[in-house]
């Protein structure tokens, strides 16, 4: 890995931890809900991202092994204390995991914080067994609030920089991007859905009836894809 994905990923990680080191998602979300219902039953499950083990803690009710991956050492011992086995990583680097070991792989809001997403999908194809599922979700850059914000020359949350009030994202999808890169990188996706399309910026006004008739306008990209490696 060249030094300067390193020294990257080290700011990054260092803002992820305070940025991300407690729980603000509920187990309620549609997004996560949508996530779990895609991720069968009574598999090995590898949450990527995992954060303080909210979703992670969701997915151990329905398989046989789940662990949980993150680059916060906060929410790491966090997700531990709900007895979520829990695995510190730098999503940037090799993952710490066997070859051909897991059924599944969830990866919630996550790539458009990696630097070098085709390594990382590669990793994931790696660490997936031949046939098996990689959940993914994102934020999609052609939302309809987003694009009614370019409209009127606004900035739809796209970082300049990163600080206390950015989410750190350093890149953005559609879907037809995303499937380019999935694609790419060895994996066939099969499903496609939205959360909630949002009709403002703050998300208090939305609709997930539109999201499921219209999903390339929703607030996320959901994707389910196969492992063809």
């Not at 092994?65 to 050492?73: E, H, Q, T, W």
């Not at 995991?97 to 990382?120: C, L, Q, R, Y």
């Not at 020359?153 to 991007?177: C, M, Q, V, W």
């Amino acid at each position: 890995m060249p030094s300067s994905f390193s020294r990257k990923s080290k700011i990054l990680a260092k803002f992820n931890n305070y940025r991300y080191g407690t729980s603000f998602i509920s187990s309620s979300n549609r997004r996560l809900i949508k996530m779990l219902e895609l991720s069968g039953k009574n598999e090995s499950v590898l949450d990527l991202g995992c954060g303080t083990g909210v979703f992670t803690k969701m997915l151990q009710q329905r398989h046989k092994i789940v662990i949980g991956a993150d680059i916060s050492k906060t929410a790491i011992k966090e997700g531990e204390k709900m007895g979520i086995k829990m695995v510190l990583v730098d999503l940037n680097e090799r993952l710490p995991f066997p070859k051909n070991f897991f059924d599944t792989v969830t990866a919630g809001e996550i790539i458009e914080h990696i630097f070098n997403t085709s390594n990382f999908l590669k990793e994931i194809s790696r660490v997936l067994k031949k046939g098996g599922k990689l959940i993914l979700t994102t934020p999609n850059v052609a939302s309809l609030a987003r694009r009614i914000m370019l409209f009127f020359g606004i900035s739809p949350f796209l970082e300049t920089e990163i600080n206390s009030k950015t989410a750190g994202h350093i890149r953005y999808f559609t879907k037809d991007s995303l499937f380019e890169l999935l694609k790419k990188n060895g994996f066939k996706p099969n499903y496609f859905a939205s959360d909630a399309v949002n009709f403002d910026n703050k998300g208090k006004h939305k609709s997930t009836k539109l999201a499921d008739i219209f999903p390339t306008l929703g607030s996320s990209l959901i994707v389910s894809s196969t492992n063809t490696v």
